[in-house]
């Protein structure tokens, strides 16, 4: 005899004007219908039904994935409270219906809510003995989430970089050049940078200042000011010029309001080269005390509540010329740039050994070259170290040098908390510091605690909003935490304004691969052959690997090596070839001969999902051990 079948109540009550459909996991919200993922919608009705009590992270896993099925909570759970959240308008911080319990799990706060009829929980219970006759609706579920969380990101950047009321955000657009010697140009841009730095010290808590590499933009290509206050956010924006003429120089500056286009004010300096850096530091001060002179009152001035500007030691003009050209150099981030930068700021050591900034440059340059695997790290890193430790004796308040001593400790000694102090501390010195921001949300992705990296990566992009590597980083960010639809939007949109920009071409891969979107991978690969023919042989074997095209997967492996040059440094594209022929010892040995070497490629080993089958094998939890990332 057939039993009858399950009456199920089509919603349940969730507040006065929100309910859920445990059948099609349709979200109710005063007439509007929003479809939630399986995962995330299970979620909620589990937290529900536990309405009051804690439920634990564990409890949580189990329900949803079931006890023996791998999951990485850390990473899933931790995705699917953030999508419910939004799809509720939930608030974190000062929630209605979702609290968290730090370290524990969470509790479904709100009150219940006496429909005509409710769904008792053995009806809930057995919704979920039905997942099958689901598939249909969860297809459409899936896309119509990944177009809503595409719309949320982009809201929620959108409103995160309209300043608040009582922070004004200001955009000091490129001096131009007016001495007519192309050679000059280094001098025009340490002038916009300097003061940018200046400005940033002064009042961090009621001034933003946009970071160089956004206004650089603009350089050479100028735009309408209307323009650049859409693209930057900003209300005000400093313009300048240089005129250098032998020991002489002179500074034009005016500042603009952008809502109306109105000149607030101008000045012009004509000063001695050796007193260069103290007009950079009366424009900064002069500036921002008439912003806020004119927006927040006498009574809430500049002056009244500036920390103070960056201590500078007293220098030579030539040190400081020097150190300019190495910034200038720096600021291309090439390999020959950072060769340039490491010779002049040495060579502005050698005019002042107590000039703290060129220390800090060279600092800079050593942990960048080493990070990014131009030079073995094993020989630049105590350099670096060394040059940082010194530029901190000869003056503590410099935030580049602590965000130095954070990059290196993270992917030179693995030490996670002293990488934490040394960002804080620098965000704390310099609170418009992008870079500072940018990496320390990196950091935290690493960890798994994804929503602390986003919400860090947009104050980056706040501050510096046309910067492609701070763009791409949040597209790593996207990927990690596998919200892949939107990883694919980030890394589509820096394609466009560089097709050549290739770690956001190797996180559209990868996305499109973790996605299942094999022939649009292979697709993207005939783009990327023609700027890097070499390793797209190892994304070849990924990608074949992954499609389950194993013969063609060993022959691109085979093309991979031989074209590769001989190291005896471990390098990433291996470690991806052999991923996807399945070589998984010789995997594991190349990340432990890494882990050996101090190399950085080991750090994402916890969060990307390309190690996901590894992550049951004991030496691949013994190398999370060894890297403190248990």
């Known amino acids: 005899m057939a039993s009858e079948p399950v009456k199920i109540q089509q919603r349940i009550k969730i507040a006065d004007d929100l309910e859920i459909d445990p059948q099609s996991y349709e979200l109710c919200n005063s007439g509007n219908v929003f479809k939630l993922e399986r995962i995330p919608a299970e979620i909620l009705l589990f937290l529900i039904e536990k309405r009051g009590q804690l439920v634990t992270r564990e409890e949580i896993a189990a329900h949803s994935w079931g006890k023996n099925v791998f999951l990485d909570t850390e990473n899933s759970i931790n995705v699917a409270i953030r999508k419910i959240r939004h799809a509720l308008q939930d608030d974190a911080e000062q929630p209605r219906f979702i609290q ?20 008792p929980t053995s009806t809930l219970l057995s919704v979920v003995g039905y997942r099958w006759q689901l598939a249909a609706v969860l297809a459409v579920s899936v896309f119509l989430i990944a177009l809503a969380d595409a719309w949320w990101l982009r809201s929620s950047h959108q409103n995160q970089s309209k300043p608040g009321p009582d922070k004004l955000i200001l955009a000091v657009l490129p001096f131009e050049n007016l001495t007519g010697d192309p050679a000059q140009e ?56 240089v005129r250098r003429n032998g020991n002489r120089v002179r500074v034009t500056i005016q500042l603009i309001q952008l ?19 103290a007009v950079q530091t009366e424009i900064a001060q002069q500036s921002a005390d008439e912003i806020q002179r004119l927006t927040l009152g006498d009574q809430r001035g500049a002056q009244a509540e500036r920390p103070g500007a960056i201590a500078r030691p007293s220098t030579s003009y030539e040190a400081y010329d020097l150190y300019l050209k190495g910034r200038y150099y720096w600021n291309k981030r090439t390999l020959d740039g950072f060769r340039q930068a490491s010779e002049y700021f040495q060579k502005a050591i050698d005019k002042d050994p107590n000039f703290a900034r060129a220390y800090a440059g060279l600092a800079d340059t050593f942990a960048l070259m080493s990070s990014w695997q131009f030079v073995p790290q094993n020989e630049f890193v105590p350099k670096a170290r060394s040059a940082a430790l010194k530029a901190l004796a000869l003056d503590e308040s410099l935030a580049e040098t602590h965000t130095s001593l954070a990059l290196i400790a993270e ?119 023609r700027i890097d023919h070499r390793k797209c042989w190892r994304c070849l074997a990924y990608l074949y690997g992954r499609w389950g095209r194993n013969a063609q997967a060993q022959q691109a492996l085979q093309m991979y090596m031989k074209s590769s040059p001989h190291s005896s440094q471990v390098n ?48 691949f939890q013994n190398l999370l051990y060894r890297i403190r990332l248990p």
């Open 100 to 119: 968290t319990i730090t370290g524990r799990g969470y509790r479904f706060i709100a009150q219940a809510i006496e429909p005509e009829t409710q769904t």
């Open 186 to 241: 280094y001098f025009s841009d340490g002038i916009t940078e300097e003061i940018i730095t200046e400005l940033g010290s002064l009042n961090p808590q009621h001034l933003g200042i946009i970071a160089r590499t956004s206004v650089m933009f603009y350089k050479h290509n100028p735009k309408p000011l209307d323009q650049v206050r859409r693209e930057l956010g900003a209300q005000y924006v400093l313009e300048g010029s």
């Open 572 to 619: 990433f594209e291996t470690v991806i070839g052999f991923l996807g022929t399945g070589r998984t010892d010789q995997v594991l040995t190349l990340l432990e001969q890494s882990c050996s070497q101090h190399s950085n490629i080991v750090i994402a080993i916890k969060v990307d999902p390309i190690y996901d089958p590894l992550r049951n094998d004991p030496r």
């Open 411 to 529: 992917n030179f000694d693995y030490d996670w908390k002293m990488a934490d102090k040394e960002f804080r501390r620098a965000i704390q010195l310099n609170p418009d510091y992008a870079t500072a921001h940018q990496w320390y949300a990196e950091y935290l992705s690493w960890q798994g605690r994804f929503e602390e990296a986003l919400a860090e990566s947009e104050q980056a992009r706040q501050l510096d909003p046309l910067s492609l590597i701070i763009a791409v980083d949040h597209t790593a960010i996207l990927y990690y935490s596998r919200q892949y639809d939107l990883a694919i939007a980030q890394a589509r949109d820096v394609l466009k304004m560089d097709p050549s920009f290739e770690k956001a071409r190797g996180l559209l891969f990868s996305s499109l691969i973790q996605e299942g979107k094999f022939a649009e991978a292979l697709h993207e690969m005939e783009s990327w052959a």
């Open 259 to 277: 809502r109306d286009q109105t000149h607030i004010w101008a000045r012009q300096y004509d000063r001695e080269l050796g007193d260069l850096l």
